[in-house]
């Protein structure tokens, strides 16, 4: 991520939130979504949507307890901005199940 970046939360459940972050303006536009849960005190990843390797580069990791940060899937979206709606709606819409899935993990 670039320096000048912007980051929102957005609380999905009592315990689950999405973390929200892009560089600033004018595009080409850096950004990570992060799916997160408050474990013993600490916010803790479970899922991540990013394009830290190139600007139309988009991966999904997933988290495990054991090992962290998995290698990632490569996800094809014309733009950025088309990547982060959709990492957003998947992230409210799956965050259970992809909670469920880092417990087991």
């Given at each position: ?78 733009t ?7 990492a ?18």
């Amino acid at each position: 991520m670039v320096p000048t970046e912007r980051e929102i939360f957005i609380d999905v459940e009592r315990d689950i939130r999405i973390r929200y972050r892009r560089s600033e303006p004018p595009p080409p536009v850096s950004y990570a979504i992060t799916l997160e849960i408050l474990e013993d005190g600490e916010w803790m990843a479970v899922c991540l949507w990013d394009n830290a390797d190139a600007v139309d580069e988009h991966h999904e990791h997933e988290y495990t307890r054991a090992s962290g940060k998995q290698p990632p899937a490569v996800l094809d979206f014309s733009t950025p901005n088309d990547a982060m709606a959709a990492a957003i709606e998947k992230a409210k819409a799956k965050a259970p199940e992809i909670v469920r899935q880092w417990r087991k993990s």
